[in-house]
């Protein structure tokens, strides 16, 4: 079972960066990603139902970022316009194997640095 995340990097604010995950060997009831900012909680960020592709955001990023997945390649994909600062955060491709739900998970790969920094 892996989940790749990959895309990380440094963005001045407002920019845009787009983060991909290759998942392998997992069969799962939701993807999405949640993030960890240094001295802050988990945050689940988005997530999408394998079943019918529906989608939930945080507050927080609503309007400003979008997942997507390519089910020919089984790949998930958050891209994320207008950053901001306290979008600094590591970002993990996560999987809902059991049908947890709202964006609940219970598998994770590594994960990837996002910093938004001028």
């Known amino acids: 079972v892996q989940l790749q995340a990959s895309g990380g990097g440094l963005v001045q604010p407002g920019g845009s960066l787009g983060l991909s995950c290759a998942a392998s060997g997992v069969t799962y009831y939701a993807i999405g990603w949640f993030r960890q900012a240094p001295g802050k909680e988990r945050e689940g960020v988005s997530c999408?139902?394998?079943?019918?592709?529906?989608?939930y955001y945080a507050d927080s990023v609503k309007g400003r970022f979008t997942i997507s997945r390519d089910n020919a390649q089984n790949v998930v994909y958050l891209q994320m316009n207008s950053l901001k600062p306290e979008d600094t955060a590591v970002y993990y491709c996560?999987?809902?194997?059991?049908?947890?739900?709202?964006?609940?998970?219970?598998?994770w790969g590594q994960g990837t640095l996002v910093t938004v920094s001028s």
């Open positions: 999408m139902r394998s079943s019918d592709g529906s989608t």
């Open positions: 996560a999987a809902d194997r059991y049908g947890l739900g709202r964006c609940e998970f219970d598998y």
